[in-house]
């Protein structure tokens, strides 16, 4: 996909894994649709817009896991193809997928730091839904806990249209379509590097406030990042974790 800065989106994937309760570090792994499976969670390196890219790269790997916390990294260096993302660098959870009405919680924590220079890049969670759990996305809800450098979410006015506070932070939501897809997306009014909170806050106010149906069924939830442009880049998540009940 292009996208600009006020046109972005992303690719989620759904993954079943085995779960464990230690890991033995592997080296970081740099291809295109590479991923690492570390017990409910999957890993990937998804270089999804490369192609709008002149030059550089990215690496991602898994640093360990701690019971449900996961710790993982990814580095990368992009440059040209101004205005459209290069990658998301994300991990997918191992989820029911079920009507949001049949979902209570899906709590979840992370932390993160960033480090790099002149770097474009959002660090957002990523959620699909559709009528059924196979069916191609029809919303998409995003929470972005931190934005750098500019980047801006898919809307189509470029301004908000409500301001909340949910998980104990003010969100700036903006609406916009990608294709058929009605994307939602939440943009905390500053970094939160520490995030703890009930992602079903976020899907519950859209349900009560603009329309979305208690009936979609959540598809995925991913969580990462994804760059436009910079060099040197190192987003490192010391504790992530997500469960659902």
């Known amino acids: 996909m292009k996208l600009t800065l006020f046109t972005l989106a992303s690719t989620a994937a759904l993954a079943l894994a085995v779960p464990t ?12 649709w590479d991923s690492q499976v570390t017990g409910t969670y999957t890993v990937y ?7 709008d890219a002149t030059s550089g790269s990215q690496c991602t790997g898994v640093d360990g896991l701690s019971g449900s916390t996961l710790k993982w990294h990814t580095k990368w260096s992009w440059a040209g193809g101004p205005g459209h993302v290069k990658s998301y660098a994300n991990v997918v959870t191992k989820i029911s997928q079920k009507a949001l009405s049949s979902i209570k919680t899906l709590p979840s924590t992370w932390t993160w730091s960033y480090s790099g220079s002149n770097m474009i890049a959002n660090v957002a ?9 196979s069916g191609s996305a029809e919303y998409e809800i ?9 980047a801006g979410p898919i809307s189509a006015t470029g301004s908000p249209i409500a301001t909340v506070t949910l998980a104990g932070t003010s969100w700036k939501l903006y609406n916009g379509k990608n294709g058929q897809m009605n994307v939602f997306s939440f943009v905390a009014s500053s970094n939160v590097k520490s995030f703890k909170g009930d992602l079903m806050v976020f899907a519950n106010y859209l349900i009560s406030k603009q329309g979305m149906p208690k009936s979609q069924i959540l598809q995925s939830v991913g969580a990462g990042t ?13 504790a992530y974790s997500l469960t659902q009940t």
């Open 45 to 51: 390196n998804n270089l999804w817009g490369q192609g």
């Open 21 to 32: 309760a230690t890991i033995q570090k592997r080296a970081d792994y740099c291809g295109q």
């Open 142 to 150: 995003m929470i972005w806990v931190g934005s750098l450098g500019g």
């Open 226 to 238: 994804e760059p436009f442009s910079g060099s040197n880049a190192v987003l490192t998540t010391s």
């Open 125 to 133: 969670y990523d959620l699909f839904t559709s009528s059924s759990a």
